[in-house]
């Protein structure tokens, strides 16, 4: 069984920064590419970035220059450092890992929102 648990959202104003971290359970993960994926108000659901089990990284464009994902060796948990964060950053940020980076995710968090607002 495979849970993840994100934490790190909140407020925070424009142009600053957050970090959000999922922590994840099952022996499986070691091997699985997990990543963050955020949806808006009224907008569907797009991936921001996805991390191998090796440490290989792809950015959308959302994030592309602003937001660094990390995973550190042999544990299950990733993080996705946000900078210069926009108004529209605001969203509800969810984990989730699936077998090879360009699959669909197998497992999602609950999400856990962030605001950027003024």
């Known amino acids: 069984q495979v849970q993840l648990v994100e934490s790190g959202g909140g407020l925070v104003q424009p142009g600053g920064s957050l970090r959000l971290s999922c922590t994840g359970s099952?022996?499986?993960?070691?091997?699985?590419?997990m990543g963050w994926s955020r949806q808006a108000p009224g907008k569907q659901r797009e991936l921001v970035a996805v991390?191998?089990?090796?440490?290989?990284?792809w950015y959308e464009a959302p994030g592309k220059g602003r937001f660094t994902i990390a995973r550190p060796y042999a544990q299950n948990t990733v993080y996705l450092q946000m900078n210069r964060l926009e108004p529209e950053d605001t969203a509800v940020y969810y984990c989730?890992?699936?077998?090879?980076?360009?699959?669909?995710?197998?497992?999602w968090g609950q999400g856990t929102q962030v605001t950027v607002s003024s």
């Open positions: 989730h890992a699936q077998r090879n980076v360009r699959d669909v995710p197998e497992y």
């Open positions: 099952g022996s499986i993960l070691s091997e699985y590419a």
């Open positions: 991390i191998s089990s090796t440490g290989g990284t």
